[in-house]
């Protein structure tokens, strides 16, 4: 396996007490590369992932995944699953901290309810 660029490459050596991810550590640290550089690339974040397999998420499950640096909420209601950014608009509570009433995801800060079209549909006083 090799990491780097055009210029200058750098053999991963088969080594058993290491990982690559290790190993991949200690050369993002020589080279100085950012991490947030790779994950922030139209390259990925313009791509589909799998983050969860769709029969393991019951109706009215609720939970938190981390994609590419990025925390989501992923839920199913009336049998349609979806993903979201784990943050409520309201004071930036994890929504991945709700539950599921009515077909509507509640944020468990101060329970404001999301639909599945991602619309806020109550705002408790």
Do not use: F
Not at 25 to 38: D, E, F, L, N, Y
Not at 51 to 58: A, E, K
Not at 62 to 74: A, K, S
């Amino acid at each position: 396996m090799r990491i780097g660029t055009e210029r200058e490459e750098t053999m991963i050596p088969r080594v058993r007490h290491l990982s690559v991810s290790q190993w991949s550590v200690r050369i993002a640290r020589k080279h100085k590369i950012r991490w947030c550089t790779m994950i922030n690339s139209d390259a990925l974040r313009n791509e589909w992932h799998v983050v969860y397999r769709s029969h393991s998420l019951s109706e009215g499950d609720v939970r938190p995944i981390r994609l590419l640096g990025q925390d989501l909420v992923i839920w199913r209601s009336s049998g349609k699953a979806v993903a979201w950014l784990d943050l409520c608009i309201h004071r930036g509570a994890r929504l991945s901290l709700g539950q599921v009433v009515d077909n509507e995801l509640v944020c468990p800060y101060h329970g404001w309810r999301y639909n599945l079209e991602g619309t806020c549909t109550l705002i408790p006083a």
